[in-house]
């Protein structure tokens, strides 16, 4: 310890050392510094550039060159080194002082004494940042340390202090030749820093323009910066201290209609017990749906043998009314943990079920295209087999599996799975009609037609936007607050649930970013009425014909909000559900189509097997065959038909919307298929490749496989 507090001495002695003094208390003047190097380093540089080293900056060269006594010399020094002001500035204060102390010598004090008047150097340091010595030296201290407060408090530049002591030490001096107290003269010049207020403002209006500039604008840039700073915690206590209210389960709304009805009417219950026989080992479902061509038909058809009790119980499910899964039904846990890797997934009961609409897992939907697949590949070993009939039941299964998987959750997603399941049904009966017609009876085809024209009857070619709207409230529920009016703003958990959806933050960054885009997210209610907007619009503009579509009044507005990432961001929430609307309701209209087509082959195969010829005309179907001309949904005209060598050809006009003769487009076949706005076809934007590979018709029965040309636009 005593170590310790020797070394602390020995700093402390150091720190506090003082060169020796020439009396007062004032050090001497320390020598001029020679050499070459400290010469160029105190020359100005037009001197240098003249070629001369003057020295003329060096301090302690102008006070010894002055020949001025100690202790004036070093006073001069001392009080000239720790002035604020840059070193021509120095120099000047020091001739100023030079100047006034040789005039003082001349007329008889001693150096001593003119010392004395100019007041202690540690005093005299204080007062004179940048106020001449005669200042201090012909004034009161009490008038001197007026001057030094209003000078201090006016904020001046190292000039300004200059002129303005000089005017304030020629006011005062004034005041005493005139025989006034230094007390009455302080007294009368009121208060100092009101005094440098007012200096103060007279000096900047007396500044430059380019300061005042400046000036102005680093003041408006504290002020935004203030308001920022202001704003965002606003913002942040918003943001932070405001959490989403769950106010309404939607997956009970879901699980209302299928908790309502009875054993009789569910079909689940026998789906699970399907899907719960099948081996972990089946093939998969592109080799179910590969056909007999298939590299792994040997295995399809070992699999479909053994699995025969399972296809038939899923047949039977196929006949209930209603599908009736129960989201969080403790009967579904074997199942979810099978194929979905836990029994939790939809929680453990309905009550207790309150998941995410956007993240909820649909194993089931999934596993029932896998019986879809098992029904298309039964369908055709019977067809093989020469069993028409079951090839009647297996086309019927998949109709009323597509009707069940329609009551899953009624987005477009799950649509577009009803429209996969639908697509094979037709498929399969356009292909046996095609090339083996004779394993129907005719009334496997009336079963059929009745089956297919009931389906479309009930509305299950309509696609729906229900679950779209509720999925964006849903959302909105738990990313938004809740002001009790139906408004709200985005908060902490809101936007860490967005970033599970896309939104590129960072988990660091959502304290830094997220209050600021609280502000700039739209907010609950303009979000669910800008959806219901455009959703309204949506459904009202495509449940048209599809001759009559025009392109999306709303598509601008979106294209809008996805061309500018404020506008992107602004609306994220409804990025999320709007994307891929319009093209999953064009599949829906070309599945409508091939519905019709599929309906006038039967009706085509059943006057063929009538009157024992194909009819020159789909007119002489109706009204004993077919009820009603089928469309073609790109012309609004009858469905185009002709025989070709004694066979008929079904086809529609397609995406160039003129009549080539049945003969496909070199793009393929489902190049006729695309759909494109009559705008778009005369725009002159079309280049020749696109308007040849177009050109052709959407052949529909006999079916044909795409021809492999590449088409590029």
Known sequence: MSRRMTQLKLILDWLTRRKPSSGNGIPPLPPPR?????????????????????????????????????????????????SAVREPRRIMAAREAIEHFQAGLAVGPPPVALAESYLTWERASGPVQGMPPVVITTLPPEVVGTIARVVRDAKLWPRERHDVSSELAAHFCDGLANGTSSDELTASFGDARSAARLIHRAKLRSRPLAFRALRRACQFSAAIAGAAVVGYCFLAARFF???????????????AESRGLSPDERAWPLYRAALLKLPDDRPTTDD????????????????????????????????????????????????????????????????????????????????????????????????????????TADVDALLGLAQHVREIFPCVVVELMVASVHTRATRIVFELLADQPTEFSENDLKQLAHALAGYSAAGHLRLRTDGERMLIDDLSQRIFSDDGNGDGHLTAVGLAALRQYGLPLPTEKIILFGPWMSATVAGRR??????THWLDRFEAERRRPLWQWRPWSAEAEIDAVSARTARRLRFFPLALVMAGLDGAFLAAEAGAQEHDAVLTAIALELHRRRTGEWPPSLAELTPDVLPELPTDRFTGEPLRYRLMEGRPLLYSHGTDRDDDGGVRPTGGNGVARMWSESAQLDSTTVTTAWAAAHDGDWVLWPPVEDASVPFSN
């Open 241 to 255: 201290g405001n959490a989403p209210k769950i106010a309404r389960n939607y997956i009970a709304d879901v699980n």
């Open 34 to 82: 020679d050499g070459f190097w400290p010469r160029v380093a105190s020359t100005p540089l037009r001197d240098l550039l003249a070629g001369r080293l003057s020295a003329s900056l060096d301090l302690r060269r102008v006070v010894a060159n002055s020949g001025l006594p100690e202790p004036l010399a070093g006073l001069v020094y001392e009080t000239a080194r720790r």
């Open 526 to 531: 303009e979000t669910h009425d800008l959806a």
């Open 288 to 391: 179910l749906m590969a056909g007999p061509k298939g590299e792994h038909w040997p295995e399809v058809l070992t699999f479909l043998n053994a699995n025969r009790d399972t296809l038939d119980i899923a047949r039977t499910a196929t006949k209930k009314t209603h599908l009736g899964y129960v989201y969080g039904d403790p009967a579904n846990r074997e199942f979810l943990t099978r194929y979905a890797g836990s029994p939790d997934v939809h929680g453990p009961s309905p009550d207790r079920f309150e998941p995410e609409m956007m993240s909820l897992l649909l194993p089931h939907a999934q596993e029932m295209l896998t019986l879809a697949a098992m029904f298309e590949a039964d369908a055709r070993v019977a067809a093989v087999t020469g069993r028409g009939t079951r090839v």
